[in-house]
């Protein structure tokens, strides 16, 4: 296989951590490493959803708009320190709270990860065990059909033994009190890896108490991303049970008013996703997710398909185009964007 064609292997998923790409022995067994991406965004939102930087499975609705935005906010920078069997990795990007465009156009720099590594032990902030990272597709709207994955970074402990991963996790009952989060949140994963690529399933187990409310919930995660050929890839996930806070982010909260009690929600939400290499210069995703709940009858949906041009093995640019749809509300908007990515 060519140089060229591994780089664009490398650099395919960029939607998720960009882990260090400087590296310094100092001896010892000891490493540091430095990575990161610059990432350049032109936006465009036109419909009756308002614009946002990335799609989440919010439902805010309004009369018909269009707005152009340009941005760098999903630039990020990380470093790592490797000493024997103990790493450390620190991440931020910049879509913390929100600067002035009017003026200096300054945003605020956000802690994406901060975790320690040591054996087959992870303490510290990352993706959830939950969440599978080798599935999402590649995208310019960074994350993509964030309606149909399970999404969400928080602290945790985990525990890795061959292809099984165990985690005790942050607790964080959303939309209601979180006063009686007294048990962490459990998750289960088993990844099987092979030459044709990696099918997973996670199980993710919580005890709510909050607001008249005592009950033990489970979801249910299956993801894959399948090889064809010699580089194409289909990547799916499938998310099922009462997820909350975890699947679909913005779709619905942990915890819902129905009546005179506040009950969790059972959540149904995949995508899927092809991904095509044209040549070893151009590649194309096309993509489908979609979420419901049986309770508030929310419903979202999402596409998009995009064509990215690899300039260098670190540099590349591309053009996206999709359409988000608040379906219980029969409101939708499409956007187009354009991106240029420099890995680091």
Do not use: C
Not at 86 to 100: A, I, K, L, R, W
Not at 158 to 183: C, M, S, V
């Amino acid at each position: 296989m060519k140089t060229s064609t591994l780089a664009l292997i490398t650099l395919g998923l960029f939607s998720s951590s960009s882990y260090a790409a400087f590296e310094f022995d100092l001896g010892e067994d000891n490493k540091l490493k430095f990575g990161g991406y610059l990432k350049a965004d032109v936006r465009h939102v036109s419909g009756e959803v308002p614009y946002r930087p990335f799609w989440i499975a919010t439902g805010a609705t309004g009369e018909d708009s269009s707005q152009t935005n340009f941005t760098m906010r999903e630039s990020r920078f990380n470093a790592s320190y490797t000493h024997g069997k103990v790493m450390g990795f620190v991440e931020m990007d910049f879509y913390g709270s929100d600067g002035s465009e009017a003026v200096v156009n300054n945003y605020d720099p956000r802690l994406r990860h901060a975790f320690i590594k040591y054996d087959n032990w992870l303490v510290g902030q990352t993706w959830s065990t939950f969440m599978p990272l080798t599935a999402i597709p590649e995208t310019l709207d960074f994350g993509g059909p964030h309606v149909g994955e399970a999404f969400i970074r928080q602290t945790q402990i985990r525990y890795t033994y061959g292809g099984f991963q165990f985690a005790l996790e942050n607790p964080e009952t959303t939309g209601a009190d979180n006063k009686n989060d007294a048990i962490p949140d459990i998750v289960g994963r088993y990844i099987h890896k092979a030459d044709w690529g990696e099918l997973g399933v996670a199980a993710l187990v919580r005890q709510l108490d909050s607001d008249g409310i005592d009950k033990t919930t489970a979801a249910f995660n299956l993801y894959g991303k399948l090889l064809i050929g010699e580089r194409d890839d289909f990547r799916f996930q499938v998310n099922v049970g009462e997820s909350g806070r975890y699947v679909a982010p913005g779709l619905t909260t942990d915890i819902i008013p129905d009546g005179d009690n506040s009950v969790p929600e059972e959540t149904t939400a995949y995508y899927a996703a092809y991904r095509h290499f044209w040549s070893e210069s151009y590649r194309s995703t096309l993509f489908y997710g979609h979420a419901e709940t049986d309770i508030q009858n929310r419903e979202r949906q999402m596409w998009g398909v995009n064509l990215i041009k690899q300039l260098t093995p670190h540099l590349w640019t591309g053009i996206e185009i999709g359409n988000y749809e608040v379906s219980d509300a029969d409101a939708d908007s499409t956007y187009l964007q354009f991106s240029v990515k420099y890995a680091l």
